[in-house]
């Protein structure tokens, strides 16, 4: 019988060392890419990777007039990297307009980042 050691995504390894180096360089990655726009930060966690972009979304929500978050948010996709999982969406798809204000949607946010 042999031993193996599996990762979070589902790899299989035969020895813990390796195991735990290839967990530790997989971090969440998020990229905002945008007519002439381009970011790009990792996490090492994912509760991290989750304040991060829910601030940016907030911010982002402050600054601009109402037309003007709209037309970024349109013109934004948003991927989230996190070992084999990638998932994106225009920021458009995670907010949602309530009186006086925009909120993050809760469902897509947590699909986005898990």
Same mark, same amino acid.
């Given at each position: 019988?042999?031993?193996?050691y599996?990762?979070?995504?589902?790899?299989?390894?035969?020895?813990?060392?390796?195991?735990?180096?290839?967990?530790?360089?997989?971090d969440?990655?998020?990229?905002?890419?945008?007519?002439?726009?381009?970011?790009?930060?990792? /996490?090492?966690?994912?509760?991290?990777?989750?304040?991060f972009v $829910?601030? +940016?979304?907030? *911010?982002?929500? =402050?600054?601009?007039?109402?037309?003007?978050?709209?037309?970024?948010?349109?013109?934004?996709?948003?991927?989230?990297?996190?070992?084999?999982?990638?998932?994106? /969406?225009?920021?458009?798809?995670?907010?949602?307009?309530?009186? $006086?204000? +925009?909120k993050? *949607?809760?469902? =897509?946010?947590?699909?986005?980042?898990?």
């Open positions: 019988m042999k031993i193996c599996i990762s979070d995504d589902g790899k299989y390894f035969e020895n813990l060392e390796d195991c735990k180096k290839y967990e530790s360089k997989n969440y990655v998020v990229e905002f890419v945008g007519i002439d726009y381009h970011f790009v930060q990792s /996490f090492k966690n994912k509760q991290d990777c989750q304040h $829910a601030d +940016y979304i907030h *911010k982002k929500l =402050k600054t601009f007039k109402a037309q003007s978050v709209i037309n970024f948010f349109n013109d934004t996709k948003i991927t989230v990297s996190h070992k084999s999982d990638i998932t994106q /969406f225009n920021l458009i798809d995670l907010i949602e307009e309530v009186p $006086a204000h +925009y993050i *949607k809760s469902g =897509k946010f947590h699909h986005l980042i898990r």
